[in-house]
């Protein structure tokens, strides 16, 4: 008796060991996403989310199984997406990641579900920045460590002072406070820091890149991205996506665009 009593005490501590630190602890799912991006992804003070990132993520769950009270949301950061996923810390990200070659060799990806292009932000005041061309008279820019834009500028711009930050919330805050001229990222993402303080910032210039977002996930988990990209199909036909987004980032200025097509390789 005492032998099975210890195992009937045992048998739920090893349950909850193994659930804990995984993507999917008992009956919940763990989604990564970004918690400092306004109209995208962003955790408000009163601990909920949200973004067109976050609305995204919610309808993709709630394809899979998970209610809204099922999600615990994880930062993703853009230098740790990948490994997020690789260690199985979440099921998926979705994080304005953009869908490259190199990530791909790291991890798989549904969609994409939005495409955007790298752009500008400065002061309103500002009158000497128009476009990328403008920042190789040692502008100072700032983006992001381990972000597609970050690695453009380098590539294609290198007279530009670039200052990598790991949040493009203290990249804002460095705009703010003029220890750096502009912040580069996607336009959808700067439109987003646009709208929080109208009037306090503009984007300028036209996009320099294109970026098609995906939904992160782990390598060789081809039965995952397949319902992920059904479940984007569906919120794109339903009319739930353009929902999200005239929501999240209208308000910035931006009309929602025709949906990209899924790409399910």
Request: with cysteine; charged share 25%; proline share 5%.
């Amino acid at each position: 008796m005492i032998g099975a009593a210890l195992l009937a005490v045992a048998l739920p501590l090893s349950a909850t060991a193994c659930g804990g630190g995984g993507s999917n602890a008992g009956d919940k799912i763990v989604i990564g996403t970004k918690f400092d991006q306004p109209g995208l992804g962003q955790k408000n003070p009163d601990g909920s989310m949200s973004g067109f990132d976050v609305d995204v993520a919610r309808y993709v769950a709630k394809e899979l199984g998970y209610p809204e009270d099922k999600i615990e949301w994880k930062e993703s950061p853009s230098a740790q997406r990948e490994t997020l996923i690789s260690n199985d810390q979440v099921k998926f990200i979705v994080a304005t990641y953009s869908i490259t070659d190199a990530r791909k060799q790291k991890v798989d990806f549904a969609g994409p579900y939005l495409l955007t292009g790298q752009s500008l932000l400065v002061k309103s005041d500002n009158t000497d920045i128009v476009g990328v061309e403008s920042l190789q008279n040692n502008k100072k820019l700032c983006s992001v460590s381990g972000s597609t834009p970050a690695q453009r500028i380098k590539d294609k711009y290198p007279g530009v002072q670039l200052q990598q930050y790991d949040t493009y919330s203290a990249c804002v805050e460095a705009l703010r406070n003029g220890a750096i001229d502009a912040v580069t990222t996607d336009e959808v993402i700067l439109a987003g820091y646009a709208a929080k303080t109208p009037g306090e910032f503009k984007i300028v210039g036209k996009p320099f890149s294109e970026e098609r977002y995906g939904i992160g996930l782990k390598k060789e988990d081809s039965e995952l991205r397949a319902k992920i990209n059904d479940a984007l199909a569906k919120m794109e036909a339903d009319g739930a996506w353009k929902a999200a987004f005239d929501k999240n980032l209208g308000p910035a200025g931006l009309t929602a665009p025709a949906p990209p097509a899924i790409d399910r390789y």
